[in-house]
């Protein structure tokens, strides 16, 4: 379980967390949803161990791994992130960015390789393992952000907004992808969205996020049968009127 | 090494600062500011409109310019001076003008310098949005585009390009000693290798290290927050403006200044260096300074990129609070004249313990880091800043190996930036004379020493072919280097 406690972050004058507290369990999707600049991003920067919070903590599988004064490095956290602009290495192929995060000192090529083959048959992009960033589509490099994700065999999975900007019926084939992946691998993911619709599509639950506090967190019924506030009421009222003008 | 001098003595220093008020040093003064400053307003007035003439324009044969304007950058500022002082009875028949005087000075000094104006141009007109100025054109047409958004959002660039030769031109020691004008870096040379006067020849850096520190703290606080133009990475198409009737005018310009500053003086160094057997002559009596040069520049350059990759990556990738007075402090060297640099090396270095370095070839090689390592740093800075920093981000989540991580993801993303900085240092260590002439070893001699050396002795036709074959190795350099980077590129 991830066990967020209560965390402020400021830079400078501006206030990016208020207090931010949540938890996720394993096998469980939660979207937080937002406006842009309400610090979502910061939250998953935070959990990752990108960042330092101010005050608060972070604990997974109850291990205290960021505090104002204590930091685990990010590659021992037993969690991975997709970025927004999903980070790739432009001068890495599919394989090589695969191979960067499975090379351990001790592992054996061939164990590399076949690691490889697995993670990359897992988000469908068999025979595309010579290419380059620029030589994908844009669905094969999201697929590629998943790969490199999936390859540090993580507990948790963190994933901020990463089908923002595609067209609606490849952000679709993708969240069929990520629930597919939480089915089979039983991982907890956090999914930043400022997206109504797409946290209706994907979570278990919803995490209503503003100006650095979460407004509301609750099952997709409990926060659309009892919103917190007019804001929590506004902001859902508009995702459920998109999500049923799409269906 | 750097801050050496000005910890000789103690507070005795205080007591030479009198030699800052004498008459004398008042004509310095003027003389040193007046340079920089004449050069620097001749550099921009020739600078900006050529470069803004080859990369958005219809000019005839600008494809060729663009590669031609950078040949004079690649000759160093002396054996321009060189060129310059042969051509002096022309010059004062036509322009009634004394090369051997300040305006003879700035004269040379714009024709060696103005390439990094135009550079500097160009590289904002490239990193400029294109939609900003079709937005511009669609409303009110291409000269208020030009003068109401052009130009605003590349005056940062041409702000750096100027800062540059402002600091080049103050601190030149080679140019003005072969023109005879008396400046800080030649009086101070003189105080230290002629009267051995180390308190004066320091003390007299000072008001440089003032005017260079002060442009280049008040470069740095202006281009704070002016980092829109990188921001918006070039994207959109570039507007190419149609030259008209002006073509005719813009391309004599550019004929006339790219005449001046690259084929003139490579036509006036064959003329002057006379029948092949005098390269013959000249080069198997010089294979040995050549050699040498070639190893102290290349060992040089590879310190500076090592030195300036830790420093940039510090300063650009780090939280540490050392960051920004680290970055202030990259500048710093460019504020030392050449010959106090020199200076401070024999101060530093000539010591029991530490003697083994004064007398090795070593001392020249850290003069070159010292003297060259901001442009390593600046160059990989930026190309740091170039990259997005997620990209590491994404391979701490992976690795704790920071080593792993430079070398698999940092490295190969800046090797553009990387190879550039080595060039550019390589490229002024091999031309260096200011700091070199102060250290050099006993019996040993660089290319640039041996050619300022034969110049005193009025070996014409010698030093010309001496000032060729550095120039041809400089090109042969920068064009290995130019396919190597190509190379780079076609792999991206």
């Excluded at chain 1, 990463?162 to 999914?191: K, T, W």
Aim: glycine share 6%.
């Amino acid at each position: 379980m991830i066990t967020v406690d209560s965390l402020r972050k400021r830079y400078g004058d501006a206030v990016a967390l208020a207090g931010a507290t949540l938890e996720l369990s394993l096998g469980e999707v939660l979207a937080v949803v937002g406006p842009s600049g309400c610090g979502k991003t910061t939250l998953l920067r935070i959990i990752a161990g990108l960042e330092f919070p101010d005050e608060g903590s972070v604990f997974i599988d109850e291990v205290a791994v960021s505090s104002s004064s204590h930091k685990i490095p990010p590659n021992e956290r037993k969690l991975s992130l997709i970025f927004q602009d999903l980070a790739l290495w432009p001068h890495m192929s599919v394989k090589e960015h695969i191979e960067f995060v499975l090379r351990k000192e001790s592992s054996a090529r061939n164990e590399i390789q076949s690691a490889t083959q697995e993670i990359l048959n897992k988000v469908d992009m068999n025979g595309l393992q010579e290419r380059y960033p620029h030589q994908l589509s844009g669905g094969e490099r999201q697929r590629l952000a998943i790969a490199r994700a999936l390859a540090s065999n993580p507990v948790y999975l963190l994933m901020d907004e990463p089908f923002s900007n595609i067209d609606p019926l490849l952000r679709e084939e993708l969240q069929e992808l990520v629930l597919q992946l939480r089915d089979q691998l039983q991982m907890g993911i956090v999914y930043v969205t400022h997206n109504v619709d797409e946290a209706i599509i994907l979570a278990d639950r919803i995490a209503i996020m503003y100006q650095g506090r979460f407004l509301q967190i609750g099952t997709k019924e409990e926060v659309s049968n009892n919103p917190k506030d007019d804001f929590v009421r506004r902001l859902l009222k508009i995702g459920y009127q998109s999500h049923e003008s799409f269906k | 090494m750097i801050v050496a001098p000005f910890f000789q003595g103690g507070l005795n220093q205080a007591l030479h600062l009198h030699h800052l008020f004498e008459v004398r040093h008042l004509s310095l003064a003027v003389n040193s500011l007046g340079l920089a400053l004449g050069t620097t307003m001749f550099c921009l007035t020739i600078g900006v409109p050529l470069g803004f003439l080859v990369h958005r324009t219809n000019l005839w044969g600008r494809k060729l310019f663009g590669i031609v304007y950078l040949i004079p950058i690649l000759i160093p500022p002396f054996v321009h001076a060189i060129v310059w002082t042969h051509l002096n009875p022309a010059i004062e028949q036509y322009l009634s003008m004394d090369i051997y005087s300040r305006w003879g000075a700035v004269f040379v000094l714009t024709f060696a310098y103005y390439p990094f104006v135009t550079l500097m141009t160009i590289s904002g007109l490239r990193s400029l949005d294109g939609n900003l100025e079709e937005v511009g054109m669609l409303s009110r047409g291409g000269l208020h585009t030009l003068r109401r958004i052009t130009l605003p959002l590349i005056t940062p660039h041409i702000f750096a390009g100027a800062t540059f030769v402002f600091i080049f031109s103050i601190t030149d020691f080679g140019v003005p000693d072969i023109l005879r004008v008396n400046v800080y870096p030649v009086e101070i040379f003189i105080q230290f290798s002629a009267l051995y006067d180390v308190k004066a020849a320091t003390v007299l850096s000072l008001p440089l290290i003032a005017a260079t520190l002060s442009i280049i703290i008040f470069q740095k606080w202006w281009m704070k927050d002016r980092s829109y133009v990188e921001i918006l990475g070039g994207a959109g198409e570039k507007v190419r403006n149609k030259l008209g009737r002006l073509q005719v005018v813009a391309f004599i310009f550019c004929t006339l200044i790219l005449g001046l500053s690259a084929a003139l003086p490579l036509a006036v160094l064959f003329k002057m260096a006379g029948p092949p057997v005098t390269y013959v002559k000249a080069l198997s009596t010089s294979m040995d300074q050549i050699g040498y040069s070639f190893v102290l520049a290349f060992l040089g350059a590879l310190v500076a990129l090592i030195l300036g990759f830790s420093l940039s990556y510090i300063i650009e990738r780090t939280d540490m609070r050392i960051n920004v007075p680290l970055s202030y402090a990259t500048f710093l060297p460019l504020a030392i004249p050449a010959t106090t640099v020199g200076i401070g090396l024999i101060k530093v270095w000539n010591k029991p313990f530490v003697d083994i370095v004064y007398g090795s070839s070593w001392i020249i090689v850290f003069g070159y880091v010292a003297r060259f390592i901001p442009f390593s740093t600046i160059t990989i800075s930026s190309g740091l800043k170039q990259f997005n920093p997620r990209l590491e981000e994404a391979a701490f989540l992976a690795t704790a190996k920071w080593k792993r991580v430079v070398r698999k993801i940092v490295l190969p993303l800046s090797r553009h930036s990387l190879v550039t900085a080595f060039f550019i240092v390589f490229i002024l260590s091999f031309g260096e004379l200011g700091t070199t002439l102060l250290v050099i070893p006993p019996g040993r001699e660089t290319l640039p020493i041996k050619i300022y050396n034969l110049m005193h002795y009025g070996a014409e036709q010698m030093v010309a072919s001496l000032c060729l074959v550095l120039i041809l190795i400089v090109f042969a350099f920068s064009g290995f280097l130019f396919l190597f980077h190509r190379k780079l590129t076609r792999l991206d």
